[in-house]
């Protein structure tokens, strides 16, 4: 019995730094990021791999990435949105119809199926950049939508990419 309370004293906190700092697997809720996660809302939702060593380690957040993040207005709840712009970027807000200009140390957020994500546009605003949790590679769950996540922003959303390197927030790519 002392050898198996030795085993979860040393495997608990080692699983613990793994999810907190490495990655992990998080369920996607709701119509927000259709049709790129959860296409069919009465099959089950899906399940992403989401890897947190280029948002933790080392600060690599780029235009285009699923992340995942906590809810600015509630510190319980995590988010799946697009990366849409970054620091010192020029963004089309389609609801205010104008352009606004992203803050040193946030980014901007969208889902893919804008008239049902709440996010920059619509609650938000830009969004702090120690609230991205990790990038959602990978859908793993159902086994039917099993894909690679591709990174991708829409068109015409950044109006101005920052070309001075303050908005280069992570490695050159």
Same mark, same amino acid.
């Given at each position: ?6 085993? *979860? !004293? ?10 907190? &700092? /490495?990655?992990? %697997? @998080? ?38 990435? *699923? !992340? ?10 995590? &988010? /799946?949105?697009? %990366? @849409? ?89």
């Amino acid at each position: 019995m002392l050898s198996l309370a030795k085993q *979860v !004293a040393w495997s608990l906190p080692v699983a613990i730094a793994i999810r907190d &700092l /490495v990655g992990n %697997v @998080v369920q996607v809720e709701g119509p927000s990021m259709q049709p790129t996660l959860n296409p069919d809302l009465d099959k089950s939702s899906d399940w992403v791999l989401v890897e947190k060593v280029s948002y933790k380690w080392f600060h690599d957040y780029r235009r285009g990435d *699923v !992340a995942v993040l906590w809810a600015p207005d509630d510190p319980q709840a995590l &988010l /799946v949105k697009r %990366v @849409v712009g970054l620091q010192e970027d020029v963004v089309w807000d389609d609801l205010r119809r104008s352009t606004q200009k992203i803050p040193a140390g946030r980014c901007w957020i969208e889902g893919d199926n804008a008239p049902h994500s709440a996010d920059s546009r619509s609650m938000f605003g830009p969004v702090h950049l120690g609230l991205l949790e990790g990038r959602a590679v990978c859908v793993v769950w159902p086994p039917s939508r099993m894909c690679m996540l591709s990174r991708h922003v829409p068109p015409g959303k950044v109006i101005e990419v920052d070309r001075t390197g303050v908005g280069d927030v992570g490695l050159p790519g």
